[in-house]
Structures are given as C-alpha cells and as structure tokens.
Nanobody, 122 residues
Framework: QVYLKESGGGLVQPGGSLRLSCAAS????????MAWFRQSPGKEREFVAA???????SYYADSVKGRFTVSRDNVNTVFLQMNSLKPEDTAVYYC????????????????WGQGTQVTVSS
C-alpha cells in the first residue's frame, strides 16, 4: 500500500505564491513517477504537473505552464512551487504516484493523498 501526505496549502491573495509538499511512503520510491492533480467542487479531478522517475523531465497542464514548477528529491518528497496564483487555481491539490508511463488521466492513478486546500482570494 502507498501512503501519501500533502501539506503546504492555505489562503493566498491573487498573484501570491505557495509551495506544496508531498511525502511518499512507497517501496522503491525512485521507480515511480509522481504527479499533482487538483479538484474543485462539482468538477473532475484534473492534471496539474508530474515528474519522471528520475526527476529530469517535468510535465505541466497548459493552465499552469510558466507559473508552477514541480520537482522531487531522491528520498521521498515531491514539491509543487506555485507562483502568480489566480482565483481559478482554488482547489484541493492531491499527490499521486505511477509506475507506468506518463499520463494526464486521473483514472490511470490508484493511490492518492488526503489532499491540501489551496484558496486564492482577495
């Protein structure tokens, strides 16, 4: 079983920044891709960003490209640096892992953390 714990969410004004963290407890951590998704009430869970198994390649949704940066250490944690935040970024952010090829489809992921709330409001 995979255990994931997100943290770092909060309330921020438009244009502000937040840094999310996700600590993963998973066998052979570096064999897994790691990704971030987000979900707002009444909407489907959507892809935000992901890293390759080695962390050398990053993937981003068009809506966050140029504003968000995903990274990972070589131990157990993935990060999401969020800059120039907009009200549309308000959502619960979830961390997940995948052993297979890169995917932006949430149905290709089976393990999720509890989520961390990000609210962007004046």
């Amino acid at each position: 079983q995979v255990y994931l714990k997100e943290s770092g969410g909060g309330l921020v004004q438009p244009g502000g920044s937040l840094r999310l963290s996700c600590a993963a407890s998973v066998l052979t951590y570096n064999n897994y891709r790691m990704a971030w998704f987000r979900q707002s009430p009444g909407k489907e869970r959507e892809f935000v960003a992901a890293t390759s198994r080695g962390g050398a390649t990053s993937y981003y949704a068009d809506s966050v490209k140029g504003r968000f940066t995903v990274s990972r250490d070589n131990v157990n944690t993935v990060f999401l640096q969020m800059n120039s935040l907009k009200p549309e970024d308000t959502a619960v952010y979830y961390c997940t892992v995948r052993a297979g090829p890169h995917s932006t489809d949430h149905t290709d992921y089976s393990d999720w953390g509890q989520g961390t709330q990000v609210t962007v409001s004046s």
